[in-house]
């Protein structure tokens, strides 16, 4: 069955970059009708429009009224894309103003709606657009956190729009029926791992890409939540719609972790820490000695930061879910060490990963088991690692409130 996607279309200098976010949903099937306000017409003509959804395109609802399509293009979408969202399309769409098509057919869609903002850091960071933004996300429509980067003329900052690719993924995962039920809810995610420095080039590390990490963002940002990630030492592109935070170390780690799951509802670890940290940090590059005996190199124990979150959890109790990256011994098997971690480090969901013979680190599937402290037990087969994200989710929307 075909989906119907409106694709709204504000008038921002990140106009053109829509161009190919239609071009993504008709390639993947999707019927798509453009409806862009009348200034965005000054960076893309309609004639583009037109002519990449086969559809005709209208801008005032005073145009082919016998249609009634100010009441008809909302009622009849699956989905509602505005992107780029300026300022003033945010502000008219959270005060219920319809000056246009386009207003008129948000007051009148039935179906998610989800906007992408594009302008100056300093509008996104304006006191009534993040007013506004709050105002939208409290009424369940998902506004996807800003990129940074490159911003009009020689600016950057937070504000840029981001990458059409992002978007059509995270409209997707919307459109897959993923139900809303983060709506107003604030995450936070860690993801990475971690790096503790001998010297100038030298570090201690682990094998974690991100990858799961940004899974757990792009399906929370898919149900609805406001998602921070802390992310570790990641390559990877960030996720439409996340604010993301980068990381070196286990104690930066830690301090941002800390700062940013006081006022949250749900705080995921997925990062890898470092267990150990070298005691002292040599300034200058290590050097082979001449009798060629290696250094020793003395280690001291990191801070346990999901203990700490645990630990400082306060009366609002945001759910946490800790992961165990195990593997099996002579003394218990992996789910006997995870349960032992479970209960060690007092968290509401663990989700344990058999990493032996180099399972998992850096691959796009994934298996797991998530153990609740209530005893909860959810094997997740095989699969891409965005499945177990939304059981994850799953498990966490459970334990809300």
């Known amino acids: 069955m075909t989906t119907e996607v409106v694709l709204g279309v504000s008038g921002g200098i990140a106009s053109y970059k829509a161009a190919e976010l239609l071009r993504l949903f008709t390639e993947s099937g999707h019927s798509v009708r453009v409806v862009p306000t009348e200034s965005s017409l000054n960076f893309v003509g309609a004639a583009t429009w037109e002519a990449l959804s086969g559809k005709p395109v209208q801008v005032g609802v005073f145009e082919h009224v016998d249609e009634v399509a100010h009441v008809r293009i909302g009622k009849s979408a699956d989905l509602v894309v505005v992107a780029p969202a300026t300022a003033n399309t945010l502000a008219k769409a959270a005060h219920g103003l319809a000056d246009d098509l386009l207003t008129n057919t948000l007051l009148t869609a039935r179906c998610p709606v989800m906007f992408a903002p594009a302008m100056h850091t300093e509008m996104w960071e304006n006191a009534a657009t993040q007013a506004n933004v709050a105002t939208l996300r409290a009424r369940g429509h998902i506004v996807l ?27 997707v995962a919307v459109l897959e029926g993923r139900p809303q039920d983060l709506v107003g809810r604030r995450v936070v995610i860690s993801a990475g791992g971690t790096r503790e420095f001998l ?50 170390s286990t104690e930066e780690l830690r301090q941002q972790m800390l700062r940013a799951a006081v006022d949250a509802d749900a705080v995921v670890m997925a990062a890898a820490p470092a267990d150990f940290r070298p005691a002292e940090f040599v300034d200058a590059k290590i050097k082979k000695t001449p009798d ?110």
């Open 199 to 248: 010297d100038p080039v030298r570090f201690l590390g682990n094998r974690s890409s991100g990858r799961q990490g940004f899974a757990l963002a792009e399906a929370a940002v898919a149900r609805g939540a406001q998602v921070t990630v802390i992310a570790a030492n990641v390559s990877l592109p960030s996720p439409a719609g996340v604010d993301v935070v980068p990381v070196v």
């Open 292 to 401: 060629g005996v290696a250094p020793q190199i003395h280690l001291v124990e990191n801070p346990d930061i999901l203990v700490e979150l645990v630990a400082a959890r306060t009366s609002k109790s945001p759910v946490i879910v800790g992961f165990a990256a195990e593997t099996g011994d002579a003394t218990a098997t992996v789910i006997e060490h995870a349960r032992a971690k479970l209960a060690r480090k007092g968290c509401d969901l663990l989700v344990v990963n058999d990493v032996s013979e180099g399972k998992v680190f850096g691959r796009d599937d994934t298996e797991a088991v998530v153990l609740g402290a209530d005893g909860s037990v959810v094997e997740v087969p095989p699969g891409p690692k965005r499945v177990l994200a939304h059981t994850v989710w799953d498990s966490v929307v459970q334990r809300m409130d």
């Open 145 to 171: 956190e800003p990129a940074v980067g490159r911003l009009t003329g020689t600016d950057t900052g937070k504000g840029r729009l981001p990458d059409p690719a992002d978007i059509f993924r995270a409209a």
